[in-house]
């Protein structure tokens, strides 16, 4: 099994509707990310976790929201999705002063 | 100034060149440094930490430049498989700070 593990990998959906990306991870990290990344940008930061009482925004939080309901599984939501929320999102965790590890990503399709 | 900087290229080389990349961080703070590596499509992959006294894997070279706030990946002997976006990513130990990306520098191998 992964170490990060995301679903669902591909999804398409219509504007307006309210989806939620899994993540759950086995590496025992206390803190959990969600990235999206678009072509050109990199990845941007929409929100993190340091532990399960800790959310953070990140640079853009908007439209967005997590819920972190254990250590392991940190989810996101896109509360009413637009097509401008397509993108490719990857959940990372990692220890203190470390670096990533990565899910496979979900590919998220807005129409 | 950005936290992070990379060249986002493409670097164009032909099989068996020596191609190197540099990265720039503006935190006099940081602590730690990593090279990632990223497929089309995929997730990033960590490809080898940077050590004070720099790192060697095989073919690829990571060093750091305290005193002029970069990094650099060395790869010698460029192969086709090595075509890829190469993330740097930077971070403090200690507190509330997360890793920090660079936008990638895309590496294109021709035969």
């Known amino acids: 099994d992964a170490d990060v593990t995301q679903t669902p990998r591909n999804r398409i959906t219509k504007t307006g509707k309210r989806i939620m990306l899994e993540c759950s991870q086995t590496k025992g990290h206390d803190r959990m990310y969600w990235y999206r990344q678009d072509p050109g940008l990199g990845l941007r930061l929409i929100y993190y976790?340091?532990?399960?009482?800790?959310?953070n925004k990140g640079e853009i939080s908007d439209g967005y929201s997590v819920s972190r309901q254990a250590q392991a599984k940190f989810s996101l939501s896109l509360e009413s999705a637009i097509p401008n929320q397509t993108a490719l999102y990857f959940c990372?965790?990692?220890?203190?002063?470390?670096?990533?590890?990565f899910g496979s990503g979900t590919r998220l399709t807005v129409v | 100034r950005k936290e992070v900087e990379q060249d986002p290229g493409p670097f164009n080389v032909p099989e068996g060149a020596t191609v190197a990349f540099n990265c720039t961080y503006s935190?006099?703070?940081?602590?730690?440094f990593f090279w990632y590596r990223q497929d089309c499509r995929k997730e990033p992959k960590l490809l080898m930490s940077v050590y004070s006294s720099g790192n060697e894997d095989g073919r690829f070279t990571a060093q750091l430049n305290r005193a002029s706030q970069y990094i650099s990946l060395l790869i010698r002997d460029s192969k086709l498989s090595d075509s890829a976006t190469y993330l740097c990513v930077v971070n403090m130990r200690g507190g509330s700070y997360i890793p920090t990306f660079g936008r990638g520098t895309s590496l294109i191998v021709h035969p």
């Open positions: 976790s340091f532990d399960v009482k800790d959310i």
């Open positions: 935190n006099s703070a940081s602590q730690s």
């Open positions: 990372a965790t990692s220890e203190q002063g470390d670096g990533y590890t």
